[in-house]
């Protein structure tokens, strides 16, 4: 496999990085924070930028070499660091510092196809849709339903330790930007 991929993914964060210095530029942001944990066990760490309207977003970014749709296991598994537990609690700890924060996930993966993961992963509504999470990124947003995550396996024995207000807080902050094919 090599490096290659590795390569890939820096370079894809590193634009999405180049496209959020623009906003910061021409005045769209007042502040950006790259690639710093903020706290152990910090899921959200690529991009942490404040927004000259006040409120804070915190992107976390992964790439793939390969076109592929987003998988059940990206969130079950922690091979890419985005197991949804995992996910869920370091929201908490931002929740705790600025319970205002929007959080983010980019990836360059296309629209699930899993049963077992579209039946809580959702695409966003139109009325709520935020847009794309940089200017110039086409992608289809997602979101996870909270009634959904604690009524179907694997999902509700894996936040069983999660309380209805952070699962309720975490899903209305989450979004999920995906590539689109």
């Known amino acids: 496999m090599g490096l290659r991929p590795t390569h890939l993914g820096y370079a894809y964060q590193d634009l999405l990085t180049a496209l959020r210095l623009v906003d910061l530029a021409v005045g769209r942001a007042n502040s950006l924070l790259v690639d710093t944990k903020m706290f152990t066990g910090d899921r959200f760490d690529d991009i942490t930028c404040e927004w000259s309207t006040g409120s804070r977003e915190r992107l976390q970014i992964k790439h793939t070499d390969y076109d592929r749709a987003l998988s059940l296991e990206s969130f079950t598994k922690d091979k890419r660091g985005l197991r949804l537990d995992l996910l869920f609690s370091s929201m908490d700890h931002d929740f705790t510092s600025d319970p205002g924060s929007s959080h983010r996930l980019v990836v360059r993966d296309m629209q ?12 966003v509504h139109a009325s709520t849709d935020p847009g794309p999470a940089l200017h110039g990124l086409s992608s289809k947003r997602f979101r996870f339903d909270a009634a959904a995550l604690r009524a179907h396996a694997p999902w509700k024995e894996m936040l069983a330790q999660v309380s209805d207000d952070l699962l309720n807080r975490a899903c209305a902050s989450l979004v999920v930007d995906g590539s689109v094919r």
């Open 112 to 123: 699930p196809e899993d049963p077992e993961l579209t039946r809580v992963l959702r695409p």
